[in-house]
T-cell receptor, first 111, second 113 residues
Framework: RKEVEQDPGPFNVPEGATVAFNCTYS??????FFWYRQDCRKEPKLLMS???SGNEDGRFTAQLNRASQYISLLIRDSKLSDSATYLC????????????FGQGTELSVKP | GAGVSQSPSNKVTEKGKDVELRCDPI?????LYWYRQSLGQGLEFLIY????????KSGLPSDRFSAERTGGSVSTLTIQRTQQEDSAVYLC???????????FGPGTRLTVT
């Protein structure tokens, strides 16, 4: 079993749609959680950290359920520019430690 | 300010040759990481340097892979006797000692023919 598993993609949605990505992690010692975004043939960039209480940044909402070892990302009112691969990422261990990446879910937003 | 830089951006090599990939982290970042991403695959952790501590080499796939970080700054990832399965994008990242976000470089695309 992979340490971090994500919904298989791709997701093809029209502009303005709401899309949800799901992710599960297997290591209960996981301490920090993130969503990264990776555009085609580019490096990953941090989209947002995920906090236990859930957090929102504009159209993006992240949720964490430690009991279920589940992370989610919701994108509302999707834009063409949201098209990318979304990576669920977990840090196991101390601060600054290595990151474990999910396989990524590709999102394509169409006009 | 300058981000993480990597060189070369692309490298084509023949099977069996050695290659060296370079990473310049963001100035002042004490932690440096190497990952690789194969075609259609997720990012795979390779090695992690944190200050003067012994590096975490747990992700290196074989003893053909090694890395060093000189002076707590620049790092070099060396792959000896390259194989076709080593073809991938090799990504370097860095962050502060107390920070979580890792800043990635643009990667080196390695092709072994």
């Amino acid at each position: 079993r992979k340490e971090v598993e994500q919904d298989p993609g791709p997701f093809n949605v029209p502009e303005g749609a709401t899309v949800a990505f799901n992710c599960t992690y297997s290591n209960s010692a996981s301490q920090s959680f993130f969503w990264y975004r990776q555009d085609c043939r580019k490096e990953p960039k941090l989209l947002m950290s995920v906090y236990s209480s859930g957090n929102e940044d504009g159209r993006f909402t992240a949720q964490l359920n430690r009991a279920s070892q589940y992370i989610s990302l919701l994108i509302r009112d999707s834009k063409l520019s949201d098209s990318a691969t979304y990576l669920c990422v977990v840090n196991i261990g101390n601060q600054g430690g290595k990151l474990i990446f999910g396989q990524g879910t590709e999102l394509s937003v169409k006009p | 300010g300058a981000g993480v830089s990597q060189s070369p951006s692309n490298k084509v090599t023949e099977k069996g040759k050695d290659v060296e990939l370079r990473c310049d982290p963001i100035s002042g970042h004490t932690a440096l990481y190497w990952y690789r991403q194969s075609l259609g695959q997720g990012l795979e952790f390779l090695i992690y340097f944190q200050g003067n501590s012994a590096p975490d080499k747990s992700g290196l796939p074989s003893d053909r892979f090694s890395a060093e970080r000189t002076g707590g700054s620049v790092s070099t990832l060396t792959i000896q006797r390259t194989q076709q399965e080593d073809s991938a994008v090799y990504l370097c990242a860095s962050n502060h000692l107390q920070g979580y976000e890792q800043y990635f470089g643009p990667g080196t695309r390695l092709t072994v023919t």
